[in-house]
Every structure is written in structure tokens, then in C-alpha cells.
């Protein structure tokens, strides 16, 4: 009887034992954790934000790491990799009052100024459109601290400011002041119909392979926190470029997947 009463306890114990390491362990695994992207600090951030939408842990990570679980403006923080091709300026990454990129070069006689390699890389690509009879200009480039906040603040005398940061960056904000983005036309359409244009379309099968992604594509507003611009291209060197292409993916997604890790 005694040997009984102890066989059943010491299974009681074994139970109750297993029980609670597999708790335990269950406990240890985070979800989140498994991606090279991690970041410990942001840890309860995805837990919330996962709550909230029902995406899979690796879009939470990099959406939470982009900063979209926070309104635009609200968190941002200095921009990385500065004189890089991969360096990131949007809503959540600025630049100083006094970041001049190096090596701005003219574009032709225009004073519009771009970083020469994307200059470089641009007329290369410009050339090669040129064959095919499609004419691409750059409307617009390299643009300082203070001439986007002159322009910024032009926006503002007639627009409310919730609508002018859809389409225009605050100073310190713009990707422009990279030296790495270019506005393009083909010089016979307005900019902003780009899209309906022949060079348009040549650029959306070939502008990766001079180191150019559309920057602001349409459907991923909420990630770049831009209005699609089919004008907008920006340099980021022919490796990522293609990564990006091949990815149909954002610059901002890819960046912290692949860069800031
Ligand atoms: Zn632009």
C-alpha cells in the first residue's frame, strides 16, 4: 500500500515537472527574436504592434524598425551611412541644417548639382534611353537645407500642413539634400505625368540597372510616407538597385532588412 501511495506521487511529480519546463521553454522562444533585424530595445513595440495589425513577425520587426508604429515626424533620429549610396532620409531619418554631400558635381549647365557617380551613372542611362529615342532630363537634384525650407514653407501659404507633407519634405528631411535623387521629365510632358509617358515605362524595366529605384511607388505611401511621384528616382548603386527590383520592395523595407542591421 505504502509502495503504491509513493509510485503515484512520484508520478504526480514527474507530471507537474515536464509541465512546467514546457512552460517554461515556451516562454524562452520569441518570435521576434529570430531575425538577424532584431532589435532588443523594440521589443514591446512589436508585441503592440503585432496586437494591433495581424502581420507575420517579419513584416512587424521591419515595419516597427521603419518606425511606421509611430505618426511621421514623431521619432526620428539622424540620418546613418552619411556619403553613402545607401544612406536612408525620409520621415524618421534627417539630415543637419549644414550636410553637403561630397562630391556634387553640375549637371551640365543647369546649376542643378547631383553626387557624381549617380551623375555619372545617370548619363550613362540617359544615353542608352537616347537610343531608343526617349529623352530623360533631370529637373531637379541636389537641393540644400535652406531651399527646402523655402520651399517647404512656400507649400505652407497654401496648403494646410497635413496635406504639404504628402507631397513636400520638411527641411533636414528631404532626400534631395542626399544629392542622391533626381526628379526626371522626358522635356515634352509636365513632371507630374510622368507616368504616362513612354520613358517612363523604359525606366520602370531598365532604371535598376543604372543604380535608379522609383523612390515613392504607388501603393506604399504608408511605408515611404509619400504620394506616388513617378518622377522621383534615387541612386543606390547597382547592387541594391537590382536587390530592390528583383524584391519589388520599398527602400525603406530593404534598409532594414539588409543595411541597418
Ligand atoms: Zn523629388
Redesign the pocket.
Known amino acids: 500500500m505504502k509502495k503504491k501511495l509513493f509510485i503515484i506521487l512520484f508520478l504526480i511529480i514527474i507530471i507537474s515537472l515536464s509541465f512546467l519546463l514546457k512552460k517554461n521553454t515556451k516562454k524562452e522562444i520569441n518570435p521576434f527574436q529570430e531575425f538577424p533585424f532584431y532589435k532588443e530595445h523594440l521589443q514591446q513595440e512589436y508585441e503592440e504592434y503585432q496586437k494591433q495589425n495581424n502581420y507575420s513577425f517579419k513584416k512587424t520587426v521591419i515595419n516597427v524598425n521603419i518606425g511606421i508604429n509611430k505618426p511621421f515626424y514623431t521619432n526620428s533620429s539622424p540620418a546613418k551611412y552619411l556619403n553613402t549610396n545607401y544612406i536612408l532620409v525620409n520621415k524618421y531619418n534627417y539630415l543637419s541644417k549644414d550636410y553637403i554631400p561630397n562630391n556634387l558635381v553640375n549637371v551640365n549647365s543647369s546649376g542643378i548639382r547631383l553626387v557624381k557617380e549617380a551623375y555619372d551613372s545617370f548619363k550613362d542611362m540617359a544615353n542608352n534611353a537616347k537610343k531608343e529615342n526617349l529623352n530623360l532630363r533631370i529637373i ?1 537634384a541636389y537641393r540644400s537645407f535652406e531651399y527646402q525650407n523655402n520651399l517647404y514653407n512656400k507649400y505652407l501659404q497654401k496648403d494646410p500642413q497635413d496635406k504639404v507633407d504628402t507631397y513636400s519634405a520638411r527641411p533636414g528631411y ?3 539634400q542626399t544629392g542622391l ?3 526626371i521629365d522626358n522635356k515634352n510632358i509636365d513632371y507630374n505625368k510622368f507616368h504616362l509617358t513612354k520613358e517612363y515605362t523604359w525606366m520602370q524595366n531598365n532604371a535598376y540597372k543604372y543604380g535608379f529605384i522609383l ?2 511607388p504607388l501603393g506604399k505611401e504608408v511605408i515611404t510616407g509619400y504620394q506616388y ?1 513617378s ?2 528616382y534615387r541612386y543606390v548603386g547597382k547592387k541594391i538597385a537590382k536587390e530592390i527590383h528583383d524584391l519589388n520592395t520599398t527602400f525603406e523595407e530593404y534598409y532594414y532588412e539588409f543595411i541597418d542591421i
Open positions: 531637379s528631404s532626400e534631395h535623387s533626381i526628379d523612390r515613392y511621384e518622377w522621383h
